[in-house]
């Protein structure tokens, strides 16, 4: 220690600190940025943009560049300030130094940035540099060029002058560790671009670009795409609405500090039955939503009611009108800034802050308030659609309370199609959801009756997308999916909340052919749990079975295949030193077509099968694939299919 002391500019009691915590930030990653999958893979990228997003908002950049490298590594480069690169005298070292390899070290030698994003963790850059095998920043600041390496976040060398430049701005470049993320260190456009896209509506004015160095356009160009918002949230909500009919002609929209905090929001009505409301608080989605989603429901309710019960449009319609028929067919995207955010709930993404509640509130009266008043036709249109919604819902309680019925009965009260398990215990217990009664008859002789039940759907399940609430509850197959999973709808303080206390299956796999049809049906199905049984999904307990496509055979050899790359591969094993010919390759066309061994060795036996888990990891996006894929308009959902088209793989 005492000889480290004599040389502060190697390694001093400080360094040994710093170490430990990015030490620590390698021992357990998972509590720094979640996970070690893609997820926290693409979280690392976040965290960097964070920190310009918080430079553009503190209004000095107005550009962030992401680029993906050929080798997987990333660049965040922006046009701010520029790190600060100067000597911090309490620590004897460079701020840049500081920010890279101290954990939280943003706020601590600068109180005045008033740092409002900062990622879901908000755990700073410093985690990212621990968790990368390399990482570069580049500062162009004060007419200079500064430089610093460090391996595994440990600098290579102290911060040094490069060169002159005559703007300003920071350059991070990160490869991301294979000892760390051991599942993929392999980046997804569409992932990193989707969240880009979220930005850049929730920062209006900053331009976002992302390159693929990877991929090039088919006209030799690189793979790019760039988001810019002027409009802010109301060109958010115009997005999401893209593929439904809206009902008045522009989203109704608000920016302001109301009470000292920062509240942006847009909202507006479609044709649909649904409700679509996401909010964010510091660009972080809390997708348990929490006081500012409460105060905006409840602005909106208390200036609606009031204006429904004034105009008299309600004296005729002989229902009571409750909160949640202000919502029905209602898109909103509400964003607050917080400065001492509580996150709470499950996944720490519901906003436990009492104050911005009545913050949201007070907006959305003031904005809703001016709008009826100055545009009454509207005003009629939407009230219209709430007592339509009411008169639905009355027919809605009727038909919930039969589903509520049926799974009280339980035990003797489950469906006759239903192939239950023989165990009790949800966490073994699997089901199959199966397309049609002859691949479901197969699944059953195939699985193990310990622990895997087997249900299987006739046909196509209805469309929730489009149909109105009392129609799902009404529906034969939706029913019985409710009884066979005992979940029922309505709980003691909320009669539409979805009750999972006597859940029996912990894992809910969907098992559809692998054909178009099958990703069709599956599609439905998902459809139906995002929309009412999301909680099913955001516990993980949603699984999609991937049964193979070929089954590739030469005389009492055999292989299945799952890709085109593998069918090939397996030819060629097979033929050995024969004839391409001799080796025979059969399609399966539906889950029909295989035996009920070969159902279990490839899609159920949990040794060999892959299952998908069905993840939400952008809640806004997948609204919006869903209602595109399943509403109305059909020339965008034929766009998405087209593109999607080797297997319409919804990473939803
Ligand atoms: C603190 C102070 C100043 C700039 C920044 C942080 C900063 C951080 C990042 C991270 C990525 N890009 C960034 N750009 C700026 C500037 C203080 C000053 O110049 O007075």
Known sequence: MSEEKKNPGTYSADNIQVLEGLEAVRKRPSMYIGDTGPKGLHHLVYEVVDNSIDEAVAGYCTEIFVTIHKDNSISVKDNGRGIPTGINKKENKSALELVMTVLHAGGKFDKDTYKVSGGLHGVGVSCVNALSTHLKAEVHREGKIFHQEYERGKPMYEVKEVGKSDVTGTIVTFTPDTEIFTQTVVYNYDTLANRLRELAFLNKGIRLTLTDERETNDDGSQK???????????????????????????PIYLEGIKQGIPVELAFQYNDTYSENVHSYVNNINTIEGGSHVAGFRRGLTRILKKYADDSGLLKNSKVEVTGDDFREGLTAVISVKVAEPQFEGQTKTKLGNTEVMGAVDVAVGEILGVYLEENPREAKTIVQKVIIAAQARAAARKARDLVQRKTVMSGSGLPGKLADCASNDPALCEIFFVEGDSAGGTA???????????????????????????????????????????VSVGTEEDPKALNTAKLRYHKIIIMTDADVDGSHIATLILTFYFRYMRELIEKGYVYIATPPLYLVKKGKDSEYAWTEDQRLAAIQRLKGAGKEDSVHVQRYKGLGEMNAEQLWDTTMNPEYRT??????????ECDRVFSMLMGDEVAPRREFIERNARYAKIDI
Request: overall charge negative; cysteine-free; hydrophobic content about 35%.
């Open 444 to 486: 059953k002789q195939g699985r193990d009756r310990n622990y895997q039940a087997i249900m299987p759907l006739r046909g196509k399940i209805l469309n929730v997308e489009k149909a109105m609430e009392h129609k799902i509850y009404e529906n034969e197959e939706i029913k019985n999916m409710f009884t066979a999973l005992g």
């Open 224 to 250: 790019s795409d760039e988001f810019y918002s002027e409009g802010g949230l109301k060109e958010f909500v115009k997005f999401l609405d893209g593929n439904r009919t809206p009902l008045i002609p522009e």
């Open 611 to 620: 299952l998908r888990q069905v993840t939400i990891e952008n809640a806004a």
